[in-house]
């Protein structure tokens, strides 16, 4: 049976975790298929916002993201995901266990990200949201290969969620 690894890629406040709740409420992905660096962040740290353990951070991410795909789960990496390297990385995943992999590229202007950085809880420094959507700009169709790509515009993250769990489905039915 088919299962994803779902990369939402952009900058903080673009609504990706917006997007994964959107999927959970439709029933497209399960709750435990949700791996998020941030709440491993919290649990280390008792900060989203705090960067220095991202290296265990990160190796819990990709222990429990390696293990889900090898035993045929869905994965939903609720993170920027606007490192290259890392989404070749991942992809070569993909392929070795067999899961198709979803691209959701949120394009959302620096502007209206800054004015949703405004109104969140935690606050990225201005600095870092403008490095990442520097970065998340860079993000092309030429790097987000061997998978299907979606591309979200400003508030349109239930719409996009709705297609991906279309998708999904779709290729669960086709399965049966």
Known sequence: MTHFLILPIGAPGAGKSTLRQALLDLDAIAPEA???P???????????GDQRSNNQVF?????????????????YLDATNVDPERLRHLRTWTK???AEIIYV????PHAILVERNERRDHRVPPDILERYWAKSCDVNDKIMTGGRV?????????????LIGNHIITRWLEEQ
């Open 34 to 36: 949700v791996v998020s």
């Open 38 to 48: 941030d709440d491993y962040r919290v649990i280390l740290t008792g900060s989203k």
């Open 59 to 75: 190796q819990i991410v990709d222990q429990i993201t390696y293990t889900r795909l090898d035993h045929g789960l869905d994965v």
């Open 96 to 98: 070795t266990f067999g």
């Open 105 to 108: 590229k949120f394009d959302i």
């Open 150 to 162: 979606f591309h979200v515009t400003v508030d349109k993250e239930r719409s996009v969620a709705a």
